[in-house]
């Protein structure tokens, strides 16, 4: 089975940082693409970023490009998510999952972004 749990979220002031990591387990992790979403309270799934079998070149959405960052370490099997300038409407839930696939998230993670 594919598993996959996000960490790392939190409460932070606007203009702060969090490092999100999900754990992967159940399918080859080099083998894919890895992908990060999020959702808002009463919204739609948006895609954040994606990131290459060998962690090369990410990209991400105009809403989060210039302040996220993804990354991954194929040994730990893990994908990470570097939030730097956060702003109140970055609160969501966020997930990763294999390619760009909603469907094979796990466990996300909250991230309420507050004063």
């Known amino acids: 089975d594919v598993q996959l749990q996000a960490s790392g979220g939190g409460l932070v002031q606007p203009g702060g940082s969090l490092r999100l990591s999900c754990a992967a387990s159940g399918f080859v992790f080099s083998d894919y693409t890895m992908s990060w979403f999020r959702q808002a309270p009463g919204k739609r799934p948006e895609w954040v970023s994606s990131?290459?079998?060998?962690?090369?070149?990410?990209i991400s959405a105009d809403s989060v490009k210039g302040r996220f960052t993804a990354s991954r370490d194929n040994a730990k099997n893990t994908v990470y998510l570097q939030m730097d300038s956060l702003k109140p409407e970055d609160t969501a839930v966020y997930y990763c999952t294999r390619q760009s696939d909603y469907a094979s998230r796990g466990q996300g993670t909250l991230v309420t972004v507050s004063s």
């Open positions: 990131i290459g079998r060998s962690g090369g070149a990410p």
